[in-house]
Nanobody, 125 residues
Framework: VQLQASGGGLVQAGGSLRLSCAAS????????MGWFRQTPGKEREFVAA????????YYADSVKGRFTISRVDVANTVYLQMDSLKPEDTAVYYC???????????????????WGQGTQVTVSS
């Protein structure tokens, strides 16, 4: 499975960006998909996830109410709509796919089997 993240860029605080992650290979419709982010010197942290059915989503407290994860299985793509961006959202954002996980473990990085290359998001104050 190959994951290609895109959509990052530079935006002012309060602005919006939409990240996309296109998957190829594998069976996209069966994977739980997640977004994580990382800043230099810090561990990669969970941002959002969505189950294979799209019926359950899960967000980190820091982005709840501002970010929305969604998926379009016919396009093998997962999205992360980011609104009301803050400077502390600045990071490299990674998409990931999990073959087997439970809703309770959707935020656990080690549950994800495949990772994209990351896309930089920079929010200026």
């Amino acid at each position: 499975v190959q994951l290609q993240a895109s959509g990052g860029g530079l935006v002012q605080a309060g602005g919006s960006l939409r990240l996309s992650c296109a998957a190829s290979g594998g069976t996209f419709g069966t994977y739980t998909m997640g977004w994580f982010r990382q800043t230099p010197g810090k561990e990669r942290e969970f941002v959002a996830a969505i189950t294979w059915s799209g019926g359950t989503t899960y967000y980190a407290d820091s982005v709840k109410g501002r970010f929305t994860i969604s998926r379009v299985d016919v396009a093998n793509t997962v999205y992360l709509q980011m609104d009301s961006l803050k400077p502390e959202d600045t990071a490299v954002y990674y998409c990931a796919a999990s073959r087997f996980t439970t809703p309770r473990a959707m935020g656990v990085m080690t549950k994800y089997d495949y990772w994209g290359q990351g896309t930089q998001v920079t929010v200026s104050s």
